[in-house]
């Protein structure tokens, strides 16, 4: 398996340069003080976001991939582009998003679709069984994948991930907490789009 460049690119390029706009959309909404314009309840939108693609990174990581998974990873997607969109549909009227944030964006929403692809192509007997075309027969068991990844890439990829994603997208939401006394958005926020953004 690490002798394929598909799994090499997924490994050492989409995952590290995913994590690494989420950090830097992190930045964005610090630089914009994210918890005086749209405070907890835009945080609430990223948490789900985080929740909507690690759950699938987790069954590419440990998962065997067969239609099911796959299935999975596509659901997720959809499901994360809907909540994108709700959370920037809110952001917008109650922050500046920066071009720089909005070119950030554009790389989380990509990257995602660029991994499932990737993904898909090692596993094409099962994408196709999927909608009941090909040799194969759809599998949609949970099993742990045969040669797993690395231990110590396990372990160095849910570091960064605890550190550079987790940690400071909690700590954006209790960051919005506190300021805004224990409410999820300052009162501005929920007046809608009669109120301009600062």
Known sequence: MLNDPVVLILMYFILPLWL?????????HRVSHIETTSGAKE?????????EMGLPLLAAIFLQVNAGIIAFM??????HEIT?????????????????EQHVHSFQEMIPLMAILLLISRHWGQFQALFGFGPETPRFDLAWKEEQLPVIYII??????????????VEEFFRGL???HGKLAPTKAWMGDDESPE
């Open 20 to 28: 690494a706009a989420g950090f830097a959309d992190w930045l964005c």
């Open 43 to 51: 945080s609430v939108f990223h948490l789900i976001m985080l929740a």
């Open 74 to 79: 596509i659901a997720a997607f959809f499901l």
């Open 84 to 100: 994108a969109l709700w959370d920037v549909s809110y952001a917008v009227k109650v922050r500046r998003i920066s071009p720089i």
């Open 156 to 169: 160095s990829i849910m570091t960064v991930a605890l550190l550079f994603e987790i940690i400071p997208f």
């Open 178 to 180: 506190r300021a805004n």
